[in-house]
């Protein structure tokens, strides 16, 4: 039987998973990180720990499943897509903390570009937005203000990764330096048209273009590792994908017209547009699904910064709740959110708003308010935000959605998923596969191997799903609708 083993390197942890040739979890293990917060709106993560973290959960792995390991053909990355850093070309050790997709220390040098007139170019290229949640202006910060780390990139002693890339650079003792197309799509250097690095945009962002890494498809070879000697044999490194675009693939939206959304600390949505670049004119942003045999299939993405990250404020900072587990419970103790909404801005507005200086705010609190209500009004603002990304896609894309695949840790939550789907007004069909994206990499390294042979084989593959339906009268669900966007209208 061939096994393959799965890291999913997310904002929040570092997971590994050992799955059989159908998707079936044989064994995980999981391991949090820090979250740094040098000041308000800066989100960064120590590098090192995260590399210390790969190699314990990868030993967790090994050391259960001994009798298994020779049956391991191959290990897949999945990884958070925009989070970068700086690290020396030798020794491999970081020179500055990675900058989270978080992060918002760009906002003045995007701001800068945008009045300059750059944006049309760089949407035309990237299919991205000038946008701080984006690497580059992360990368321009740092050559900016740190003069040290800006030398050694252009003598050529320090190199630019996205955490694939730090990764798989450690796991082959520095042997390769490279990364797939979803990652370096979400870079704002690479040109999504022509699949390359582009001069220009480095040159706009002051990136050297010599200090990126090689790109290539996610289902070929990235060396072999025995990851520091967990493992006892080198196994090569197949399928390495950006997770949003991971659990795409994962949900077999292999057909332009094809939806998911992944939710995690941020919700993504993505919608297949096909094999031919199109921008977006209603603020959705392109992204290169995935590159196979040389053919790209692109999507339309609408990035939601707080989903998860908003009832962690809840817990972390007021103090509301214990434990994430409490949340569907308290927001069905009371019958509805009172009037309540929770706009969770609390680093700008993303797609369709794109307003980096909106703020969060709870508003349509009296004295009635209770804990339950604005327990429920961030849940239902997760789902809120999804309609709203909804619309945008359909309109940009011409594709009327029906059902949306549904992943990530959240889905759990029954109110939350029915909520959903009667705000959207679409079905719901989750997956109750909890581990999509590290799935839709290791589907990659499946395809790489030859142990999967194409797309069609692998859409063949058993999967288990549960469908949510709109019950909601839909008046009612248009009133809500509209509490929400007043909401909106007051933060923006």
């Known amino acids: 039987m061939s096994l393959i083993l ?109 009045t300059q007139g750059h944006a049309p170019g760089v949407v035309r290229k990237t299919g991205l937005k000038i946008d701080a949640y984006f690497s580059a202006s992360k990368l321009r910060w740092l050559i900016e203000n740190k003069p040290p780390i800006a ?16 990764l798989i650079y450690l796991l ?22 022509k699949l390359r690095w582009d001069e220009k945009l480095c040159a706009l962002f002051k990136v050297p273009l010599c200090s990126l890494p090689e790109v290539r498809e996610s289902a070929t070879h990235f060396g072999t590792t025995t990851a520091c000697g967990l493992l006892p044999k080198h196994i090569p490194i197949v399928g390495v994908m950006g997770d949003s675009q991971a659990s795409l693939f994962a949900q077999r939206c292999y057909q332009p017209g094809m939806a998911k959304a992944t939710l ?19 603020g959705a942003v392109t992204a290169l699904a995935w590159v196979w045999q040389g053919k790209p299939t692109y ?71 209770s804990k339950a209500h604005i327990v429920r009004a961030a849940q239902e603002a997760i789902a809120y935000q999804i309609r709203d990304v909804l619309d945008m896609m359909q309109v940009g894309s011409n594709h009327t959605l029906q059902s949306v695949e549904v992943d990530g840790g959240p889905t759990r939550n029954k109110f939350l998923m029915q909520f959903t789907a ?31 042979d194409s797309l069609d084989e692998l859409s063949a593959l058993p999967r288990d799903r549960k469908t949510f339906r709109p019950k909601m009268n839909p008046n009612q669900a248009a009133r809500l609708l509209a509490g929400w966007h007043a909401a909106v209208k007051r933060v923006l």
Request: hydrophobic fraction near 40%; proline fraction near 3%.
């Open 264 to 282: 995690g600390t941020g919700t993504s949505v993505l919608l297949n547009i096909g094999d031919k670049l199109r921008v977006s004119e209603k």
């Open 6 to 114: 799965a890291i999913d390197q997310s904002t929040s942890a570092t997971k590994a998973i050992l799955f059989d040739a159908k998707g079936k979890v044989l064994d995980k293990s999981s391991l949090e990180h820090r979250q740094i917060y040098p000041q308000p709106g800066w989100v960064e993560h120590d590098a090192e720990e995260i590399w210390r973290n790969v190699l314990t959960v990868i030993g967790d792995i090994s050391r259960r499943n001994r009798n298994k390991l020779s049956q391991i053909v191959g290990l897949s990355i999945t990884n958070q897509r925009e989070t970068v850093l700086v690290f020396d070309r030798k020794t491999g050790k970081p020179l500055h903390n990675a900058i989270v997709w978080q992060d918002r220390r760009g906002d003045s040098i995007c701001n800068k570009l945008v």
């Open 151 to 166: 030398a050694k990139l252009k003598s050529g002693n320090a190199v630019i990764g996205t955490i694939d890339a730090y």
């Open 422 to 452: 009667d705000v959207t007004r679409v079905q719901l069909k989750v997956s109750n596969a909890p581990e999509s994206s590290a799935w839709g990499a290791a589907m990659n390294g499946l395809l790489g191997l030859g142990v999967r």
């Open 172 to 193: 082959t003792g520095g042997k390769v330096f490279a990364t797939d197309f979803t990652n370096a799509s979400r870079t704002l250097l690479f040109d999504i048209g």
């Open 299 to 369: 999507a339309f993405e609408g990035i939601i910064n707080f989903s998860a990250a908003t009832i962690e404020w809840l817990k972390n900072q007021l103090g509301l709740i214990q434990s994430a587990n409490q949340v569907e419970k308290l927001a069905l103790s009371v019958k509805d959110n009172g009037g309540v909404y929770l706009v969770p801005a609390f680093a700008g507005l993303s797609a369709p708003y794109w307003s980096p200086d909106a703020r969060a705010a709870i508003v349509g609190m009296t004295a009635h308010t």
